[in-house]
């Protein structure tokens, strides 16, 4: 089992920037990866960023390219995703998961094994 926890969500006004933390525990050595997946009201949850542990290699949505990045410390096996030039429409509840392989399927929440409870990130117009 692995358990994973987001951290640093908030109210911030439109332009500005907000980092998210992702701690996972338990028995990581089974994940291959870690991404963040975002959520609002009535609409599936949707893809945002990925990182792999091997490499650091990523994978962003279009939305975000350019303004958020995605970074991993595998030795505090935290994840976090630096969230710049914040728009309202970024607003949503992210949430962080481990996912137990690597590829273009990163993008897909059907890939993602372990889930946090969410954080919310509102931003304001």
């Known amino acids: 089992q692995v358990r994973v926890v987001e951290s640093g969500g908030g109210l911030v006004q439109a332009g500005g920037s907000m980092r998210l933390s992702c701690a996972a525990s338990?028995?990581?050595?089974?994940?291959?990866?870690m991404g963040w997946f975002r959520q609002t009201p009535g609409k599936e949850r949707e893809f945002v960023a990925a990182?792999?542990?091997?490499?650091?290699?990523?994978y962003y949505a279009d939305s975000v390219k350019g303004r958020f990045t995605i970074s991993g410390d595998n030795a505090k096996i935290t994840v976090y995703l630096q969230m710049n030039s914040l728009k309202p429409e970024d607003t949503a509840v992210y949430y962080c998961a481990a996912a137990p392989s690597w590829g273009p399927q990163i993008r897909s929440r059907h890939t993602y094994k372990y889930w946090g409870q969410g954080t919310q990130v509102t931003v304001s117009s």
């Open positions: 990182v792999s542990w091997s490499d650091g290699s990523t």
């Open positions: 338990g028995r990581t050595f089974s994940t291959y990866a």
